[in-house]
């Protein structure tokens, strides 16, 4: 289903023992703890799985949630949503669209103007910060 195909074995020579329990293991960091919950560079968030663009500083809000939270991913084509049924609950797993590698969940509890939480963990995501145009 996921353009980018690996085994196990193969995600974790590349990913942290964090990055695979995350991404690979649909696994979740403790709220208020991950690198960019409170990041405010300019610049793209991105897998940190295969490096897709998924969310960009512009539309990074702070929730209060303990989870870096974006109102929309950088394009709709970048992320997948599926049900979620773990922990006895019905949720929107959000999934990077190229790997396949889980990223957090969405809930419909945000800003405008989508009124959409895209609640995600840091250890899924690297960032590029933007460069100074300026030379």
Not at 13 to 37: C, H, M, N, P, S
Not at 108 to 124: A, F, H, K, M
Request: glycine share 10%; net charge negative.
């Amino acid at each position: 289903m996921f353009p980018i195909q690996k085994d196990d074995q193969t995600w974790k020579k590349e990913l942290t023992e964090q990055q695979f329990r995350i991404l690979r293991e649909k696994g979740t960091e403790v709220a208020f703890t991950g690198k960019y919950y409170k990041h405010d560079d300019d610049g793209v968030y991105r897998c940190a799985g295969c490096g897709a663009e998924l969310f960009r500083s512009n539309e990074k809000y702070h929730s209060g949630s303990g989870w870096p939270s974006f109102y929309a991913p950088a394009g709709e084509a970048n992320i997948v949503i599926q049900k979620d049924y773990s922990h006895g609950m019905v949720r929107e797993e959000v999934l990077c669209a190229q790997c396949g590698g889980h990223l957090g969940h969405v809930f419909e509890d945000g800003p405008q103007p989508t009124g959409l939480r895209y609640c995600i963990n840091s250890v899924s995501l690297e960032f590029e910060k933007k460069k100074d145009d300026k030379k």
